[in-house]
């Protein structure tokens, strides 16, 4: 089975992690570590971020 490509960066996985307390596991065990209540409060942050990213644009145009 093919793997995914990843739709966040690296970058950005490791600061929400850093953001949500869970990073250190990261470090350890790499990301298949990680809780699946991690993977999606990760996701639902990420889906904030960009939430706010956009109403802001709108707001500047």
């Known amino acids: ?6 739709i ?3 970058h ?6 850093k953001e949500l307390g869970f990073y ?3 470090q350890r065990e790499g990301w ?3 809780k699946s209540r991690d993977a999606g409060n990760m996701v ?4 904030q971020m960009a939430e706010r990213g956009m109403a802001e644009k709108r707001n500047n145009s």
Do not use: F, N, P, Y
Request: glycine share 8%; no cysteine; hydrophobic share 45%.
């Open 44 to 47: 639902k942050h990420a889906i």
């Open 24 to 26: 250190d596991v990261v």
């Open 32 to 34: 298949g570590g990680i």
């Open 1 to 6: 089975m093919a793997r995914r490509r990843s």
């Open 8 to 10: 966040m960066s690296e």
């Open 12 to 17: 950005l996985k490791e600061e929400i992690a």
